[in-house]
């Protein structure tokens, strides 16, 4: 799968821009949403590759808005990938439960986002 459209959504402006900043050598558009309804819409909208998606969000949550996503034949197709502070097994299988394809912790290095993007 060739990405060339990623939706990230954080409501922590510093975290956006640290995603936004490790997605900057792959050369895909990056869109940005700051909560769950926002993400959501965004999808539906935009059509992204894949969407990178914090979980503890005012309103709707992470959670939520991937099982929106899910759920929603226009956007069940794109794979999303938590990227949270949550961190323990059961975080990561409660995400995989939702629709998630995976969980990246935070504090995190670019690397680990770009490889999780030569995985799908």
């Given at each position: 799968?060739?990405?060339?459209?990623?939706?990230?959504?954080?409501?922590?402006?510093?975290?956006?821009?640290?995603?936004?900043?490790?997605?900057?050598?792959?050369?895909?558009?990056?869109?940005?949403?700051?909560?769950?309804?926002?993400?959501?819409?965004?999808?539906?909208?935009?059509?992204?590759?894949?969407?990178?998606?914090?979980?503890?969000?005012?309103?709707?949550?992470?959670?939520?808005?991937?099982?929106?996503?899910?759920?929603?034949?226009e956007?069940?197709?794109?794979?999303?990938?938590?990227?949270?502070?949550?961190?323990?097994?059961?975080?990561?299988?409660?995400?995989?439960?939702q629709?998630?394809?995976d969980l990246?912790?935070?504090?995190?290095?670019?690397?680990?986002?770009?490889?999780?993007?030569?995985?799908?």
């Amino acid at each position: 799968m060739a990405i060339q459209k990623i939706l990230i959504c954080d409501d922590s402006q510093v975290d956006l821009m640290n995603l936004k900043n490790a997605l900057g050598a792959t050369q895909c558009t990056v869109i940005t949403a700051s909560d769950g309804e926002e993400a959501v819409k965004k999808a539906k909208a935009e059509q992204p590759d894949v969407i990178f998606l914090d979980i503890v969000m005012p309103g709707m949550d992470g959670y939520a808005a991937c099982r929106t996503l899910r759920d929603d034949p226009e956007t069940k197709h794109i794979p999303v990938i938590f990227v949270s502070s949550k961190h323990q097994k059961a975080d990561r299988v409660w995400a995989q439960m939702q629709g998630g394809k995976d969980l990246i912790s935070k504090p995190y290095e670019s690397r680990q986002i770009t490889d999780k993007l030569e995985m799908l």
